[in-house]
C-alpha cells in the first residue's frame, strides 16, 4: 500500500525559504510512472493544490497561480521522493502542505482532481510568521 511521508516543515520568516520532502513507501512501488502533488491546508480553509509534477518520462510540472514563480517541485524516482522548494514564503502560506501520487504514464497532471490522489501522509507543517 503507498503511503506517503513529508518532512521539512518549520517556522520561518515572512520572505524566507524551506524545502519540503516527500518520501514514498509501499511493496513495489515505485515513483516513475506516478504524478505527484502538493497540497496544503490552512486553519478553516479547504485543502488547495499547490502543485504537481507528472508521470512517465519527462518533469512536467504545474503550479497553481498562488505559488508560481516562487515554489518548484522536483522527484527522484530511483529515490521514491519528491520535493517542494519554497521561496519568498508570507504568511499566506501558512499552511500543513501534504503529497499524494497518482498513477500516470503521461506527464500532464494539471487536470488531476485531489480525489484521484492516494498515499496521503500526515503532512507537515510550515509556519510563516514574524
Known amino acids: 500500500q503507498l503511503q506517503f511521508v513529508e518532512s521539512g516543515g518549520a517556522l520561518v520568516q515572512p520572505g524566507g525559504s524551506l524545502r519540503l520532502s516527500c518520501v514514498a513507501s509501499?511493496?513495489?512501488?515505485?515513483?516513475?510512472?506516478?504524478?505527484v502533488g502538493w497540497f496544503r491546508q490552512a486553519p478553516g480553509n479547504k485543502r488547495e493544490r499547490v502543485g504537481c509534477?507528472?508521470?512517465?518520462?519527462?518533469?512536467?510540472?504545474f503550479y497553481e497561480d498562488s505559488v508560481k514563480g516562487r515554489f518548484t517541485i522536483s522527484k527522484d524516482a530511483s529515490k521514491n521522493t519528491a520535493w517542494l522548494q519554497m521561496n519568498t514564503l508570507g504568511p499566506e502560506d501558512t499552511a500543513v502542505y501534504y503529497c499524494?501520487?497518482?498513477?500516470?504514464?503521461?506527464?500532464?497532471?494539471?487536470?488531476?482532481?485531489?480525489?484521484?490522489?492516494?498515499?496521503w501522509g500526515r503532512g507537515t507543517q510550515v509556519t510563516v510568521s514574524s
Open positions: 509534477i507528472g508521470g512517465g518520462i519527462g518533469d512536467f510540472t
Open positions: 509501499g511493496d513495489g512501488f515505485g515513483l516513475g510512472y506516478y504524478a
Open positions: 499524494a501520487a497518482r498513477f500516470s504514464r503521461t506527464s500532464d497532471c494539471s487536470d488531476f482532481p485531489d480525489t484521484e490522489y492516494h498515499g
